[in-house]
């Protein structure tokens, strides 16, 4: 599983800038076949010479269906951790 991918904001501007913590992503790397849902759970920006130089690095927890509730859509059994 991946558990961070890292942007060049300057190539993924819309990207990088309109994800919000907590949001589903899809993932897919053709060299290694790799495809998945993922969480954004952190969120991490360094800028460089003044504004030219934009990164962004996302800490990712896999989506998996079982392990997530939505509040007002799933009831808590225990197993389960809260998203909003």
Known sequence: AVRQI????RFH???????????RISL??????????YFIV????????????HRVRWLLEPAEDDRFF???????DGTRYPMY
């Open 42 to 53: 952190g969120e991490e920006h360094h800028v460089e010479q003044g504004g030219y130089r």
């Open 28 to 37: 897919s790397d053709t060299q290694t076949g790799h495809s998945g849902d």
């Open 70 to 76: 939505i509040i007002g859509q799933h009831k808590p």
């Open 13 to 23: 501007v819309q990207q990088s800038l309109a994800r919000t913590l907590f949001e």
């Open 6 to 9: 890292d942007l060049n904001a």
